[in-house]
């Protein structure tokens, strides 16, 4: 009866160990792609020949978002 239940705590204690890590590894991996965003706008920024070229590209980047969404919610007709 006790190797059942040592058993059942070992597996239930395991089972929440891989969990945690499996969790906190998706959070890590979040922050990891959010810096690298803001590490390539860094770069961009810094390394842009002048402020206007880079609000230039900016503004062209968010146009193009824009029409990428008006493009998905548009109805076609039945």
Known sequence: MTEV???IALVSTLGA????TNV????VEKERQIWQQERQ???DRIQA???DHLKHHEVKIIKA????????TRLEPV
Do not use: A
Request: proline content about 4%; charged content about 30%; aromatic content about 16%.
């Open 5 to 7: 239940l040592f058993t």
């Open 17 to 20: 160990w891989v969990y945690s």
């Open 24 to 27: 906190i590894q998706q959070s």
């Open 41 to 43: 706008q860094l770069l």
């Open 49 to 51: 020949p002048s402020y």
């Open 65 to 72: 978002q824009k029409e990428d969404k008006k493009d998905e």
